[in-house]
């Protein structure tokens, strides 16, 4: 079946520095989305990419999807205290909607 | 104000007790779903239903039950609870299909079988 994985698992990182995260997956994918995850808290859309090749930008962070469709990326510049938490992607195939496991992210002051 | 509500948000149970989650959505949307969260496993989808009277399997259906009677509501049933279903469990919501919607999540439901 469609697996999504994503690495790395955690990622520890001084504030101020960039960092990015990798989403990737067994099949190609109709469209990936990533949400987030604050720490207690429930995950929350951060945006979706249909289009292969795709580039979208939101303030400090930088989304990609694969000329394959089948991995991603999310680049954040200049990482804050705000950033903290946990960042899903999650790639669909056909009707299933599977998402990978997670980047965690902590932030040294 | 637009949301997915849950409830409880947190239960300890025994095993084989019956219990329900149950989740609302008052947008009006048309896909419900619920997820388990474990840890290094991300999001594994349990249910989901595409519409009243609609609903499927997820990757991980086993133990669970569903039931959509009504468009606002999509409560979780666990017939028999058992250890391995302690976790934490969100119920998820969009428009359509997760095709081409964003999904709107709950506050989640802590649950722990003992």
């Known amino acids: 079946g469609q697996q999504v994985m994503q690495i790395p698992q955690y990622q520890h990182v001084q504030e101020g520095e960039d960092f990015t995260t990798y989403c990737n997956s067994s099949?190609?994918?109709?469209?990936i989305q990533w949400y987030k995850q604050r720490p207690g808290g429930h995950p929350v859309f951060l945006i979706q990419l249909v289009k292969s090749g795709e580039v979208k930008k939101q303030k400090r962070l930088t989304f990609q999807f694969g000329e394959a469709k089948k991995n991603s990326s999310l680049h954040i510049t200049a990482t804050q205290t705000t950033d903290v938490g946990t960042y899903f992607c999650?790639?669909?195939?056909?009707?299933?909607?599977?998402f990978g496991a997670g980047t965690t992210v902590t932030v040294r002051a | 104000e637009a949301q997915v509500t849950q409830n409880p948000r947190y239960l300890i149970t025994v095993t084989g007790k019956k219990l329900t989650v149950t989740c609302s959505q008052n947008m009006n949307h048309e896909y419900m779903s619920w997820y388990r969260q474990d840890p290094g496993l991300g999001l594994r989808q349990i249910y989901y239903?595409?519409?009243?009277?609609?609903?499927d399997k997820g990757d991980v259906p086993e133990g669970y039950k569903v039931s959509r009677k009504e468009k606002r509501n999509f409560p979780l049933i666990l017939e028999s609870p058992s250890p391995n279903q302690t976790s934490l469990y969100f119920c998820?919501?969009?428009?359509?299909?997760?095709?081409?919607?964003?999904?709107?999540f709950g506050p989640g439901t802590r649950l722990t079988v003992l």
């Open positions: 999650a790639g669909r195939n056909d009707y299933k909607l599977s």
């Open positions: 998820a919501s969009s428009l359509r299909g997760v095709s081409y919607n964003e999904q709107f």
């Open positions: 099949t190609t994918l109709s469209n």
């Open positions: 239903s595409m519409n009243v009277e609609v609903t």
